[in-house]
Nanobody, 113 residues
Framework: QVQLVESGGGSVQAGESLKLSCVAS????????MGWYRQAPGKQRELVAT???????NYADSVKGRFTISRDNAKNTVYLQMNSLKPEDTAIYYC???????WGRGTQVTVSS
């Protein structure tokens, strides 16, 4: 079992920044993938960004150039630095751990214009 705890969500104005954190605990594999998904009201959950334990990253086109995912393997923590936030970034952001799929409970990000 793996437990994921997110933090760092909040309410900001368009153009501002937020940084999300997710700490994993439990049966952590040395080789794993961690990342972030988001779900806006009335929409399906979508990929935001992922990072494998070796450091390779993947981003949704909608966040490329604005969001940066990183991780600290010693702390089993993944981060999502979100810059130039837009109202369309408003969603609940979920941390995810793989290969056995685990989800965090989510943290709300609200961006007002």
């Amino acid at each position: 079992q793996v437990q994921l705890v997110e933090s760092g969500g909040g309410s900001v104005q368009a153009g501002e920044s937020l940084k999300l954190s997710c700490v994993a605990s439990g049966s952590i594999s040395r080789f794993n993938i961690m990342g972030w998904y988001r779900q806006a009201p009335g929409k399906q959950r979508e990929l935001v960004a992922t990072i494998i334990s070796g450091g390779n990253t993947n981003y949704a086109d909608s966040v490329k150039g604005r969001f940066t995912i990183s991780r600290d393997n010693a702390k089993n923590t993944v981060y999502l630095q979100m810059n130039s936030l837009k109202p369309e970034d408003t969603a609940i952001y979920y941390c995810v751990y793989g290969p056995s799929l685990y989800w965090g409970r989510g943290t709300q990000v609200t961006v007002s214009s």
